[in-house]
């Protein structure tokens, strides 16, 4: 019976990996690759508002200034116990999408490898150009525009850990042979933090600087059934768990950075002509970028919310309000 048993499980298994197969077929493949979800665009809960400050400056007839966007590096140092960091590396990346979608105009200066490499093949007469009157590409001075601000900054925080509970609950009754069940969840938060700061071209002044951070919650579920039934023995567990996405935190605290520095440039407050609900309450517009805009005292309608350190805690959660960076007030 049980040399039965063990054929029949062999069969099965073997069955199951007959999807894939040593000799490809027809199309070239060994196997179909598994999952067909489709391409989708990759918002965050600023995105629209940046997209309705765009319309709006283009509809009011604001100048869109140049933007160039410089390195926006990792400096938590984390790394992943299995390899690579724990925070991505495009940044940058993210932050050029962002002023893309605050109709910025945008100048490369992040990478510009192939247009120095042009220049110099152009500098040597290698490149030809059917425009030319000499058949091959001129250099004129001025050809390029220059940026009117560039940003930078990086990722200063990746707390692990802030707070982490967990509860367990086992029943079953007294007798062995009842069923008995056990019930397990945990939860855990985590933040990511990051400084940006934005630069005058011409002056190298610091005309603004933000510095944002966001909470990342993971939760953990599973729940499990052991008992016997008459000869046979039942052990039924199942469970899951989530990890709100790290990459897209980061993305979002750009982009809510970005719509910050955005409203200074067009000065424009984004709540006030977008259906634009954000907890960190009405933004720090003043009427466009001055030094220092961003903790500098100014008297106008808009007071400098940055400098509350408050802001944007009012609706936190109340096991997380009483603690900062997981430390007790």
């Known amino acids: 019976m049980i040399v039965k048993r063990l054929l029949l499980a062999a069969v099965s298994a073997m069955t199951v990996t007959a999807c894939a197969t040593s000799n490809s077929g027809s199309d070239g493949l060994y196997a179909t690759p598994t999952g067909n979800a489709p391409v989708t665009s990759n918002p965050t809960p600023y995105t629209q508002a940046l997209v309705c400050v765009a319309s709006h400056a283009r509809a009011q007839g604001r100048p869109a200034p140049r933007v160039a966007v410089g390195r926006i590096a990792d400096y938590t140092g984390q790394l992943n116990p299995e390899g690579g960091t724990r925070v991505t590396q495009g940044a940058s990346l993210m932050a050029i999408s962002a002023f893309s979608k605050a109709g910025a105009r945008l100048v490369e200066r992040f990478d510009t490898s192939v247009a120095e490499l042009e220049l110099r093949y152009t500098n040597s007469q290698l490149i030809g150009d059917e425009g030319e009157q000499e058949g091959f590409r001129q250099i004129y001075a001025g050809a390029m525009p220059g940026s009117d601000y560039y940003l930078v900054g990086g990722i200063t925080e990746l707390n692990a850990n802030i707070r982490s509970n967990g509860q367990d609950v086992f029943a079953g009754d007294a007798t ?11 939860l855990y938060v985590m933040n990511v933090a990051m400084d940006l700061r934005l630069v005058d071209s011409r002056t190298l002044e610091v005309v603004d600087v933000v510095s944002y951070q966001k909470q ?8 499990g059934v052991f008992g016997f039934l008459g000869d046979a023995v039942i052990d039924v567990s199942a469970g899951g768990r989530s990890l709100e996405p790290i990459q897209l935190a980061v993305r979002s605290v750009v982009e809510r950075a970005v719509l910050e520095i955005s409203s200074q440039i067009y000065g424009v407050a984004p709540e006030a002509i977008c259906d634009f609900d954000d907890p960190l309450g009405p933004s720090n517009a ?16 808009y007071v400098q919310a940055r400098t509350s350190v408050d ?4 609706g ?3 096991d997380i309000r009483a603690h900062l960076r997981g430390t007790y007030r």
């Open 216 to 223: 990342i919650i993971g939760r953990e579920l599973s729940a």
């Open 176 to 186: 062995d042979s009842s069923p008995t069940g056990l019930i397990s969840r945990r």
């Open 316 to 318: 936190r959660d109340s």
């Open 311 to 314: 802001r944007g805690h009012d």
């Open 286 to 301: 003043t009427g466009g970028v001055q030094l220092n805009t961003a903790y500098a005292p100014v008297e106008a309608p």
